[in-house]
């Protein structure tokens, strides 16, 4: 297992970093997708008490990769903020780390189902964005895609361990397109068998695992469990793509 690993996707040379972030060299591009910077403050409003401690943690992470990569730009996949008022919810301290990291580099933010507009003053933003040979959208498109880079799914996958079942987010690709796990502390994820996920792939496609420690782990999905049956067995599968 490797805290990094390279990635060719269309021609493009990419560092997948275990910590759940895109870096591509040729570039200086830092890409990472659902943020959802707020999200304990969107739900607090909404009457749910949860620690409002996710927006710093996921600050934080942040900070290594920028300090690790040095990027020129940082790219936002989309959902950077639980709400389109996510950036006025912060708490005053976490809104200033925030306008330090939006010293540091260039940002860009994709419109996401979540935040549809960018923070004033912090970059600038895009329905989806084409940089070369590759194109980097919150949503994947349903159609085989070559060079797509997404969010949104917040893919993670199983994986039987010394006798245990061990959950965690994860990089899926078929070597034609990139889904990017979900980067804030606070969110959850959907199983790379659920439809929504599995049926965006027309071959068969890997997984890279994301540790605790930040190593990652590269593994053929076939190798995963919750392996979808045969339709013989009866059972049925849930999906659920609205991943939050």
Request: with cysteine; glycine share 10%; hydrophobic share 45%.
């Amino acid at each position: 297992m490797t805290t990094s690993s390279a990635f060719s996707l269309n021609g493009q040379d990419l560092v997948l970093d275990g910590r759940g972030a895109v870096f591509w060299p040729g570039r200086r591009l830092l890409v990472v997708a659902d943020l959802h910077l707020a999200k304990a403050e969107a739900l607090a409003a909404a009457g749910h008490l949860v620690p409002p401690y996710d927006a710093r943690a996921t600050l934080d992470r942040l900070v290594g990769l920028l300090n690790d990569h040095r990027p020129d730009r940082v790219l936002s996949l989309g959902d950077g903020f639980h709400r389109s008022d996510g950036y006025g919810r912060l708490a005053a301290e976490d809104r200033a780390h925030l306008d330090r990291l939006a010293e540091v580099c260039a940002w860009t933010w994709i419109a996401g189902n979540h935040d549809p507009r960018a923070p004033a003053g912090h970059g600038s933003a895009a329905a989806e964005l084409a940089v070369g040979d590759l194109v980097f959208r919150h949503v994947p498109a349903p159609a085989p895609a070559a060079g797509e880079v997404a969010g949104h799914l917040h893919p993670r996958a199983a994986v039987r361990v010394r006798g245990r079942v061990v959950v965690r987010p994860c990089f899926a690709t078929d070597g034609h397109r990139l889904l990017v796990p979900a980067f804030g502390a606070y969110t959850g994820g959907l199983d790379v068998w659920d439809p929504a996920i599995a049926r965006l792939f027309a071959r068969p496609f890997d997984v890279l695992l994301c540790g605790r420690d930040g190593k990652l782990r590269r593994l053929p999905a076939g190798r995963l469990e919750g392996r979808p049956r045969r339709a013989s067995s009866g059972r049925k599968r849930s999906s659920s793509a609205d991943c939050n």
